[in-house]
């Protein structure tokens, strides 16, 4: 069963729930994925930490995946892939100027964040255009959501 959390840990800014458990769910889907995942949606602050922390760069980002498997050997089945943060302030900064708005882009971020749990990475420069296309075809299924490049 595929368990999907939605939690808004951010002091002021909301944002609307279903949609993006939709998408998440969508998504788990159409990868064929088991197991469920928890959004975490928080501010600069804690995001400025969970950088520092675990990939010890500082400032914030504006989205993390950790993945329940993670480092471990052998083959353990666990009810979530993961955990993805999405910086609602980060989100904010980046959709100034451009016609997306921040309902749209955490939907990105988190169609991001959910991809990198199911083994999707950007490092090399084929893997982003491959990524960036799976973000873009998700969204855009989900109800037309436009994502830039």
Do not use: W
């Amino acid at each position: 069963m595929r368990r999907i959390n939605i939690h808004n840990a951010h002091p002021r800014l909301k944002i609307r729930k279903t949609p993006l458990r939709q998408l998440v769910k969508y998504i788990l889907c159409s990868e064929n994925a088991s197991q469920g995942v928890d959004v975490i949606l928080v501010d600069d602050n804690l995001m400025r930490r969970l950088n520092r922390e675990f990939t010890n760069r500082q400032g914030t980002t504006d989205v993390l995946s950790f993945g329940m498997g993670e480092g471990k050997s052998g083959p353990v089945e666990y009810p979530s892939l993961g955990d993805v943060y999405v910086s609602l302030d980060q989100a904010q900064r980046q959709v100034q100027g451009r016609k997306a708005d921040l309902d749209q882009e955490v939907a990105l971020l988190v169609a991001h964040g959910v991809l990198h749990l199911l083994g999707y990475d950007h490092r090399e420069r084929n893997q982003k255009a491959g990524m960036r296309k799976k973000e873009r075809e998700y969204l855009k299924s989900m109800g037309g959501v436009s994502t830039p490049g």
